[in-house]
């Protein structure tokens, strides 16, 4: 019926129910009543919109736009995903009774700068909520965490909660400023519990299920003998692993050697996760589930639980492991020109951390046990630069960013924030695990079979979002060089990165290049990854901790053996939902992880009230300035705490006092005190130190 409506509303620009009942010619109640269930559910779905008027129109032919409320703790909101270059501003009193994560209908009210009102509710957040309980007149209710509004719980619906508890609250279905209460997290005071707040709100569980350990209690320690059946033996070669020193949950190892043809060979070993997950298994619904592992600042929430992360599919050192081996034969060119893909196990023959092997590719300083292994470091660096020669060629991008890495003590209470490196070893790891994901990749798509895969795509950049980046560059002097807006290619984009030459603003600059790009994500349909300039691209190497890895193994196994076409046609209809599905659960992953970094930045920031600080300008809005400290982190100068009235310049990004001819702006360098930070809104606010021009 869906269908024949949308058919009929092309033809006619609005209709009343009465009018569509006739046309469709439907006769009796019944259908009556299934027509207006369809239109209410398609206008939930924004796919119609119900006017004022008591009409009914595409709601891509009506004045409004269509997205997702994201509230925040001052009142104000955007609506993100409608389509248009930015985000739309709601101011506090035109939110209309929307809540956060709403589905809305919103009208633009001021096209030039972005802002606009909601008018309707398309289809409320259903997903439970996070928040603290707090007494109001004698009456209980939970304040969501940054939104500002209130939930009220009646005493019934309390479920043992008290003042000042964490807790997980799901509204009334009917009456929406009403819940209960369904899981108490823990006291807003007690250390962790602000972590599990946002694991919570992200839907990640910090524990495993009962049935999904009692599964684990039947895999085995070690690798059985029976289950080495079949497999090629790579026990010979000298493998090992490369990581940092604290990661406990290892994929891949490596090994390499030179032909006398003077080509390489290069084996990239991945733990075999898939032997021991079985699909459909209890364990395999809750790896599905969790999609992904997440890596917050003192704990990590495993996909799978550690007897398999840490136990037996990790490819510890000195014991035997199952893996799934991508073997290339590489030129001196870089390309691929022969490889096999092979279920094997292997013995890693060290744990090699990422440090050590920098001190020997970098300084030439070789760390106590690490004597047997600097010609094969050596000899995968020199393969490692030509892969990266090859993949700059065709348009790699380095996206130059700052990550932070915090530091914190036995009270979950960060100390320290330093900036994580990419140094010579990690780019090793990241150059061959591009290969081997690209060599995996390919292998499936370019079968002479018609058979579904899993990749990892990167469509190309927003136009508009990019234009405006180009736009704000050329403002700033940069000369844009790049073919015409419309077709981009990732080669002009490197152009433009490539004139980025100053190193205290190149990586915020990244970051805003990056903000106008498409998210990569994961798909069946192969359409290539525009960032690496790959033709065939997917995720190959992590199956502990990516759910979509896993899967990925599956079909090559599936592929490389038996053909069960039953299976074949599981995956052609599954793929497209688990893709959904991973995707969705690797961006809540990354908003969790940020969320909690961010929250640990102001509390650091807590301790340093007073201080002055160094920093540069990395951004400007009309309400103030973002400085950005070397530690990486933010805060803000509002505009009400400049001396002097300044005007916005949107394109240029800069704040100017026509009276005192100060300008700042993108970029310059700035001295601050550090004059509030809260861990509660994770924000921190900077006053201006008047040393500056």
């Known amino acids: 019926m869906e269908e024949r409506i949308i ?11 009465i009018d569509i009942n006739d046309i469709l010619g439907l006769k009796d109640p019944v259908e009556f009543s299934n027509l207006q269930e369809t239109l209410d559910n398609m206008c939930e779905d924004g796919i119609l919109y119900h006017s004022n008027k008591d009409k009914y129109l595409l709601f891509e032919n009506s004045h409004l736009l269509k997205g997702k409320l994201q509230l925040k703790s001052s009142g104000y909101g955007f609506v993100l995903d409608t389509g248009l270059e930015k985000d739309i501003y709601i101011n506090e009193k035109d939110i209309n009774g929307a809540l956060d994560g709403d589905i809305v ?45 209130n939930i009220y719980i009646p005493n019934d619906k309390l479920n043992g909660a008290v003042e000042g508890h964490k807790v997980v609250v799901k509204r009334d279905e009917k009456k929406r400023t009403m819940g209960e209460i369904v899981t108490i997290i823990g006291h807003k005071n007690d250390v962790g519990v602000d972590i599990l707040s946002y694991v919570y709100k992200y839907e990640f569980k910090p524990n495993f299920p009962d049935d999904v350990m009692f599964e684990i209690d039947a895999i085995p320690d070690s690798v059985l003998e029976s289950e080495l059946e079949g497999r090629v033996d790579l026990r010979d070669k000298k493998v090992f692993t490369i990581d940092g020193a604290d990661t406990k949950d290892i994929d891949d190892a490596i090994y390499c050697y030179k032909n006398e043809d003077n080509t390489y060979t ?33 704990r990590v929430l495993p996909m799978l639980p550690h007897k398999l992360s840490n136990g037996i599919c990790s490819l510890n050192p000195e014991v035997d492991r199952l893996a799934l081996s991508c073997i290339m034969k590489i030129d001196n060119k870089g390309n691929v020109i022969d490889y096999d893909i092979c279920e094997s196990v292997i013995r890693s023959r060290k744990k090699m951390t990422y440090d050590a092997v920098n001190s020997i590719l970098e300084n030439n300083v070789v760390p106590p046990g690490y004597e047997e ?7 995968m660096n020199e393969l490692s630069n030509i892969l990266r020669k090859k993949m700059v060629a065709r348009g790699y991008i380095d996206f130059d960013t700052k990550e932070a890495k915090i530091l914190v003590d036995e009270n979950c209470h960060p100390y320290e924030i330093k900036l994580r490196e990419q140094r010579t070893g990690e780019e090793l790891i990241e150059n061959f695990m591009i290969v081997a994901n690209e060599t995996v990749a390919s292998s499936i798509f370019y079968r002479s079979d018609d058979v579904p895969g899993i990749y990892r795509v990167h469509d190309k950049p927003n136009e508009a979002k990019l234009q405006s980046f180009t736009e704000f560059l050329s403002s700033h002097g940069y000369s844009v060089v790049g073919k015409k807006r419309g077709n981009i290619t990732v080669k002009d984009l490197r152009n433009i990165i ?10 915020i600059l990244n970051e805003l290049l990056v903000r106008s790009m498409a998210k990569a994500v994961y798909s069946n349909e192969n359409i290539g990854h525009f960032g690496l300039g790959s033709r065939c691209y997917s995720h190959f190497t992590s199956p502990i901790r990516r759910y979509p890895d896993l899967v990925l193994h599956r079909l090559v196994k599936l592929y490389n053996g038996s053909y069960d076409y039953d299976l074949i046609d599981y995956f052609k209809k599954e793929l497209p939902i688990i893709c959904e599905h991973t995707s969705e659960r690797e961006r809540a992953a990354d ?24 920093g540069v300008i990395s951004g400007v809005q009309e309400f103030g300035i973002f400085v950005e400290l070397p530690n990486t982190v933010e805060g803000l100068i509002r505009v009400e705490d400049l001396p002097g009235y300044y005007t916005y310049n949107e394109k240029a990004m800069t704040l100017f006092d026509k ?4 300008r700042f702006g993108f970029g310059d360098d700035i001295t601050v005190k550090v004059v509030k930070a809260s861990r509660e809104t994770s924000t921190v606010d900077f006053e201006l130190v008047e040393d500056n021009k």
Request: hydrophobic share 35%.
């Open 7 to 17: 058919d009929l509303l092309k033809q006619n620009s609005s209709l009343n129910i």
């Open 105 to 149: 209908a919103v009208e633009i009210t001021n096209k030039r700068d972005f802002e606009g009102k909601i008018v309707k509710i398309l289809k409320r957040n259903d997903k439970v909520l996070v928040g603290e309980v707090v007494v109001i007149d004698n009456k209980f209710y939970v304040s969501i965490d940054k939104k500002g509004n």
């Open 266 to 298: 290069l084996g990239v070993c991945i733990a075999d996760v898939s032997h021991y997950v079985k699909m459909g298994s209890k364990i395999d619904v809750e790896a599905y589930e969790r999609g992904t592992s997440v890596y917050l600042v003192d």
């Open 373 to 379: 292994f600097v010609d094969d470091l050596k000899l």
């Open 498 to 507: 490539d004139q980025i030459d100053d190193e205290r603003v190149k990586p």
């Open 591 to 614: 908003s969790c992880e940020r969320d909690v970094d961010k929250m640990k930045m102001a509390e650091y920031m807590e301790d340093h009230i007073g201080e002055v600080f160094k």
């Open 659 to 662: 009276k005192s001819k100060r």
